[in-house]
């Protein structure tokens, strides 16, 4: 039998026992056709490209925690990124929270790079190359930019992270070299439009919110254009059937 149609009917049947997470098993499957639901499903005519950017995009909070969107990509026009969309998936409609919408609507740009650089000063000593590398990502997807002196900093920093050391000094050397790097990067200035998408079963929640894009399952196309179209049919089952 197929190994996807295998995960697929076990994700499904684990999915009526309490603590399974569907959506978490889900998630890294669906992330290969995200680009094409979007644009199948909300830019059908235009001439664009949906960029799939990372998962786990972290927000800071004012506890210093961190919520996590489930998706981040890009609208592109002609070159340039005209949007970044923001996409939460659900598997179930009992985990909906409209207040965790109007939340993502509410973000601008900004705020989301200076909350993962003010999270990566705060976070433990081991985990600070993650969000350099989060970083040095969205550098070169083009949604921050540099100064001059980034290249620099950023050799330095690494040259420092190599040496993994838990020593008190070497500690605070990267702690001050990461406070460097994070003054040599910024928000792209033209990033201004956040769009944020729900994917996930028709629900009465999503649907009252006003202007949240929602995709949802049961609308999905079956034969819609992509890389992978025989698996496309099992997953887009799958999905149809998740309430």
């Given at each position: 039998?197929?190994?996807?149609?295998?995960?697929?009917?076990?994700?499904?049947?684990?999915?009526?026992?309490?603590?399974?997470?569907?959506?978490?098993?889900?998630?890294?499957?669906?992330?290969?056709?995200?680009?094409a639901i979007?644009?199948?499903?909300?830019?059908?005519?235009?001439?664009?490209?949906?960029?799939?950017?990372?998962?786990?995009?972290?927000?800071?909070?004012?506890?210093?925690?961190?919520?996590?969107?489930?998706?981040?990509?890009?609208?592109?026009?002609?070159?340039?990124?005209?949007?970044l969309l923001?996409?939460?998936?659900?598997?179930?409609?009992?985990?909906?929270?409209?207040?965790?919408?109007?939340?993502?609507?509410?973000?601008?740009?900004?705020?989301?790079?200076?909350?993962?650089?003010?999270?990566?000063?705060?976070?433990?000593?081991?985990?600070?190359?993650?969000?350099?590398?989060?970083?040095?990502?969205?550098?070169?997807?083009?949604?921050?930019?540099?100064?001059?002196?980034?290249?620099?900093?950023?050799?330095d920093l690494?040259?420092?992270?190599?040496?993994?050391?838990?020593?008190?000094?070497?500690?605070?050397?990267?702690?001050?070299?990461?406070?460097?790097?994070?003054?040599?990067?910024?928000?792209?200035?033209?990033?201004?439009?956040?769009?944020?998408?729900?994917?996930?079963?028709?629900?009465?929640?999503?649907?009252?919110?006003?202007?949240?894009?929602?995709?949802?399952?049961?609308?999905?196309?079956?034969?819609?254009?992509?890389?992978?179209?025989?698996?496309?049919?099992?997953?887009?089952?799958?999905?149809?059937?998740?309430?």
């Amino acid at each position: 039998m197929n190994t996807l149609i295998t995960v697929l009917e076990r994700i499904t049947k684990f999915k009526a026992f309490p603590y399974y997470g569907a959506e978490r098993r889900i998630d890294i499957i669906l992330s290969v056709f995200l680009p094409a639901i979007i644009k199948n499903a909300l830019y059908p005519n235009e001439q664009c490209n949906i960029d799939f950017i990372m998962p786990e995009l972290p927000l800071k909070q004012e506890n210093n925690q961190a919520d996590c969107v489930d998706y981040l990509l890009s609208k592109t026009l002609n070159g340039e990124i005209e949007k970044l969309l923001l996409v939460e998936l659900k598997t179930d409609v009992g985990m909906i929270s409209k207040d965790q919408f109007i939340k993502y609507k509410n973000m601008k740009w900004h705020d989301v790079v200076n909350g993962i650089k003010e999270k990566s000063l705060e976070t433990e000593y081991k985990n600070r190359i993650k969000y350099f590398n989060l970083l040095e990502h969205l550098v070169a997807k083009n949604l921050l930019t540099k100064k001059d002196s980034h290249i620099v900093i950023r050799n330095d920093l690494l040259a420092l992270f190599k040496l993994s050391t838990k020593v008190h000094k070497e500690k605070m050397k990267i702690y001050y070299k990461m406070a460097e790097y994070c003054e040599s990067i910024f928000p792209n200035e033209r990033i201004d439009n956040i769009e944020v998408i729900y994917l996930g079963p028709k629900n009465d929640v999503t649907d009252k919110i006003s202007g949240l894009q929602n995709i949802y399952f049961q609308n999905l196309d079956e034969k819609m254009e992509n890389e992978y179209p025989e698996d496309w049919v099992y997953i887009v089952n799958t999905l149809r059937d998740m309430k």
